[in-house]
């Protein structure tokens, strides 16, 4: 029996295909996932469109920190969404508010008509608004596909309720995507509780660096950073392990 949609987030080629190879049914590329994720490379996202069989989204956001955009930075991802859509990626993972904590409708508008006929996706900016239901139906009134949301709080365990009534609220008029901190030990109760079609996870391991010189008296960054000497894949085995589970669950 087939269950949820089990979209992987990754920030690597290696990691786009190990999601692939456990059975994920689509990716969303992103770099910088210390910031939340912002917009890949565009050699990232051509080598990615060339390996993969699966569906790919691609995230356009411009920079880090709040989902407030300056003109500029809205001029940007819409040349970034361009981009995507030349190299063939299946969707575009797009967010924007106003200084108000409401869904920018002026901004997402023309992110979504620039992005067509691609898949459209609102992300975790939602967990940021102000009025939930309120931005749940702007976005439906936009023509936006889905929302990417843990519930406005910082797991979807803890959002659970939310979650399920965004669920029910959306029924067939758009896509919710349960996300945040779910794995193989909660991922069947987050399906189970919120009826949520479509799941958003990591399933990231830590891997040593290859490197046999090292210097530890330098880093690159800030200073909340990871370490120098170790990186974050994605494990092909959780896939797996999570796909059984959504599997399981539906």
């Given at each position: ?5 089990l ?14 190879a ?5 990716v ?17 996202i ?23 955009y ?6 940007t ?6 981009t ?14 106003t200084?108000?904590?409401r869904?920018d ?7 979504i ?6 898949s ?11 009025d ?16 990417l ?20 609220r959306a ?33 990231f ?18 200073e909340?950073?990871?370490p ?10 959780r896939?797996?392990a999570?796909?059984r ?6």
């Amino acid at each position: 029996m087939s269950g949820p949609i089990l979209e992987v987030c990754v920030d690597s080629v290696e990691s786009a295909l190990a999601a692939q190879a456990g059975g994920a049914d689509r990716v969303e590329l992103c770099s910088a996932l210390l910031e939340g994720g912002l917009t890949p490379s565009r050699g990232m996202i051509e080598v990615c469109r060339r390996e993969l069989d699966i569906k790919l989204h691609v995230i356009v956001r411009p920079r880090g920190s709040d989902f407030l955009y300056s003109k500029l930075e809205h001029e940007t991802a819409l040349r970034d969404v361009e981009t995507v859509k030349e190299i063939g990626a299946d969707g575009i993972v797009i967010g924007a508010l106003t200084d108000q904590g409401r869904v920018d409708d002026v901004k997402t508008a023309e992110l979504i008509d620039r992005a067509r006929p691609l898949s459209v996706t609102f992300h975790r900016a939602f967990d940021m608004a102000r009025d939930p239901i309120e931005a749940l139906e702007d976005l439906v009134a936009l023509g936006a596909d889905r929302i990417l949301t843990s519930g406005q709080e910082a797991s979807a365990l803890a959002g659970l309720d939310l979650l399920a009534d965004l669920v029910k609220r959306a029924g067939d008029r758009i896509i919710i995507v349960g996300c945040g901190d779910i794995d193989e030990r909660n991922i069947q109760k987050v399906i189970d509780r919120t009826g949520a079609k479509e799941i958003h996870v990591t399933g990231f391991k830590s891997i040593s660096s290859g490197m046999i010189f090292r210097n530890d008296r330098v880093f690159m960054g800030g200073e909340l950073r990871p370490p120098e000497y170790a990186r974050s894949i994605t494990d092909e085995e959780r896939v797996r392990a999570l796909v059984r589970r959504t599997n399981q669950a539906g």
